[in-house]
């Protein structure tokens, strides 16, 4: 099936390092949403983005809607070892119900 | 905890015997969607309901694949006749949908359930 592209696919940090990653797709979509997974647990929402250019932030997580509508960046600030795992985009297109999921992107910190 | 609630959380079978997940999601949520994730990839959309109408079904579910919301509220999905390319984990989300504002939209993921197939 159809899945966006996330990059990177994997990064190792150290702790206290910030960590960006993003999402692109050639469709515009009217939402995006991120997730961070945990291995054999399901995904857990972390942001909701809703209107082009919004930036929105979740304690040490900040994300930002592209204005061009077709990609959305996820930062963290000074990371710490729980934050290993692996982090989803999903994308909505308007009048659809079906997100569109990223390939993720693997986090590693490294105390 | 008033979270999506996945049962059984893991199921190894035979191939060939019918499994079936069962899904409670978010009270009051009106959609709900199942999704399949296999290792290294994201996860990728089944089926969804609205209420209890099932009102699509991904290329991805074959025949072999059946769904149900029989009251609107909890939602089973079945496995037939399984085989070892059935062996995943199937997320089962929710959301409560509303024309506006845009926050119904959003999608909530349960713990899944893993099935491996042997």
């Known amino acids: 099936g159809q899945q966006l592209n996330q990059s990177p696919q994997s990064m190792f940090i150290q702790e206290g390092e910030d960590v960006s990653m993003n999402c692109t797709s050639s469709s515009i979509f009217n939402t995006w949403l991120w997730y961070k997974q945990d291995p054999g647990e399901g995904p857990v929402l972390l942001i909701a983005?809703?209107?082009?250019?919004e930036l929105t932030s979740n304690g040490r997580l900040t994300a930002q809607f592209g204005i061009t509508r077709k990609d959305s960046f996820l930062n963290i600030s000074a990371s710490i070892p729980s934050d290993v795992g692996i982090y989803f985009c999903a994308g909505l297109t308007s009048g659809t119900y079906k997100y569109i999921f990223g390939t993720g992107t693997r986090l590693k910190v490294l105390a | 905890d008033t979270g999506v609630s996945q049962d059984p959380r893991h199921k190894i079978t035979k191939r060939g015997q019918n499994v079936t997940f069962r899904c409670d999601p978010i009270s009051e949520h009106n959609r709900l969607y199942w999704y399949r994730q296999t290792l290294g990839q994201g996860p990728e959309f089944l089926t969804y309901?609205?209420?209890?109408?099932?009102?699509?079904k991904s290329r991805l579910l074959s025949d072999r694949f059946s769904a149900e919301r029989p009251k609107g509220s909890f939602s089973t999905l079945e496995i037939q006749r399984t085989e070892q390319g059935d062996s995943a984990m199937y997320l089962c989300?929710?959301?409560?949908?509303?024309?506006?504002?845009?926050?119904?939209?959003?999608?909530?993921f349960g713990e899944g359930s893993w099935l491996t197939v042997v």
């Open positions: 989300a929710s959301s409560l949908y509303m024309r506006t504002p845009s926050s119904g939209n959003t999608i909530y």
């Open positions: 983005l809703y209107k082009a250019g």
């Open positions: 309901f609205q209420n209890e109408a099932q009102l699509e």
